[in-house]
């Protein structure tokens, strides 16, 4: 995770912290849109790096309710509170991110986690 962590602020010229938290924002979007057995689930094939960063209330938010957050509310997020404003960067963030969380859950090619973020082009475009 570290080292994910490491290429992500190296590549995008943000500090590791920076990146942490952008990981940590796009973690919450797919766990507060995942149906709440999919998010225990996902909750469990996570490393603790990412799903330590989540209070007790709020797995278990995740786990008994799903929410409707769009992808570009989570741009957003990252944009102020990682990039300085900077949309293309927190897109960069958001699309490095999800590589990450792909691999490291196990769901990479899967479906799972691409049927969140299609389930949310489908309604943008």
Known sequence: MDDFIGNISQKLGIS????????????RFFLQNSEPNKASGLLSML?????DIFSDDEKKEFTTTKQNVSEDNVIEKISKECCNGDKQKA???YEESVNMIKEKSGQEGQGFLDEIIGGFKKKIF
């Open 47 to 51: 490393p603790s790096s990412i799903t």
């Open 91 to 93: 897109k960069r963030v």
């Open 16 to 27: 590791s912290n920076l990146a942490k938290q952008g990981i940590a924002i796009v973690s």
